[in-house]
């Protein structure tokens, strides 16, 4: 199975370059699943046209630039977030697994309607998960790592998510959609080492058998 997987926009003032960038450990990642990772350039004028001329069969939003939208967005890379929509659109339209994982998860929910804060103590730290009622999917899960400085409280989720774990200030971190394949995580699954079996399994229920709410 193909995984298309976004790409954070480096700026490089050297040379003037805008880079897409990909940690390393994704591609690790999901081999050690069976997953195929195909990088996503930012800035796709044909999206779809893409997505089929490489077999693109789920996707994976990956962490890195705010989105542009917010206040004193850091290091915003608006062609990334013009290319994670299309990408979402098309992924609605056909009923696409999709990951979001930190940055990907604000985006989900940014992208269907929610609402983004800024929150403190998450930057950089481990802190234990509070499972809410039906998160069967994430039993397993005790302690994440966190490096993000925006998140979303339950009441800011978009219609249609709902949320599975939270941290103990109450912040929202993990959510599925009700009726499509499509799960958020706040934290990074590729930043452990060795990788976690729980990180892994819900991968593989994401993209082997899809968490749909049907």
């Given at each position: 199975?193909?995984?298309g997987?976004?790409?954070?926009?480096?700026?490089v003032?050297?040379?003037?370059?805008?880079?897409?960038?990909?940690?390393?450990q994704?591609?690790?990642?999901?081999?050690?699943?069976?997953?195929t990772?195909?990088?996503?350039?930012?800035?796709?004028?044909?999206?779809?046209?893409?997505?089929?001329?490489?077999?693109?069969?789920?996707?994976l939003?990956?962490?890195?630039?705010d989105?542009?939208?917010?206040?004193?967005?850091?290091?915003?890379?608006?062609?990334?977030?013009?290319?994670e929509?299309?990408?979402l659109?098309?992924?609605?339209?056909?009923?696409?697994?999709v990951?979001?994982?930190?940055?990907?998860m604000?985006?989900?929910?940014?992208?269907?309607?929610?609402?983004?804060v800024?929150?403190?103590?998450?930057?950089?730290?481990?802190h234990?998960?509070?499972?809410?009622?039906g998160?069967?999917?994430?039993?397993?899960?005790?302690?994440?790592?966190?490096?993000?400085?925006?998140?979303?409280?339950?009441?800011?989720?978009a219609?249609?998510?709902?949320?599975?774990?939270?941290?103990?200030?109450?912040?929202?971190?993990?959510?599925?959609?009700?009726?499509l394949?499509?799960?958020?995580?706040?934290?990074?699954?590729?930043?452990?080492?060795?990788?976690?079996?729980?990180?892994?399994?819900?991968f593989?229920?994401v993209?082997?058998e899809p968490?749909?709410r049907?």
């Amino acid at each position: 199975m193909r995984i298309g997987v976004t790409q954070r926009v480096e700026v490089v003032e050297s040379y003037g370059e805008r880079r897409d960038c990909l940690d390393q450990q994704w591609s690790a990642f999901l081999e050690g699943l069976g997953l195929t990772a195909v990088p996503v350039p930012n800035g796709l004028s044909q999206p779809a046209a893409w997505m089929d001329a490489l077999g693109i069969s789920g996707l994976l939003l990956t962490g890195g630039n705010d989105l542009s939208s917010l206040p004193d967005a850091g290091r915003p890379a608006p062609e990334r977030d013009q290319t994670e929509a299309a990408l979402l659109s098309v992924a609605k339209e056909r009923g696409m697994p999709v990951m979001g994982v930190c940055r990907g998860m604000q985006m989900i929910n940014h992208w269907l309607g929610g609402q983004l804060v800024p929150v403190e103590g998450h930057t950089a730290v481990r802190h234990g998960l509070k499972l809410l009622p039906g998160a069967v999917d994430f039993i397993d899960f005790r302690e994440v790592n966190s490096f993000h400085d925006w998140g979303m409280y339950p009441a800011g989720l978009a219609r249609g998510l709902t949320a599975r774990c939270e941290a103990t200030d109450g912040t929202v971190e993990a959510f599925a959609h009700d009726a499509l394949p499509w799960v958020g995580i706040m934290w990074h699954p590729e930043r452990e080492s060795p990788f976690t079996g729980p990180d892994q399994q819900l991968f593989l229920q994401v993209f082997r058998e899809p968490l749909c709410r049907h």
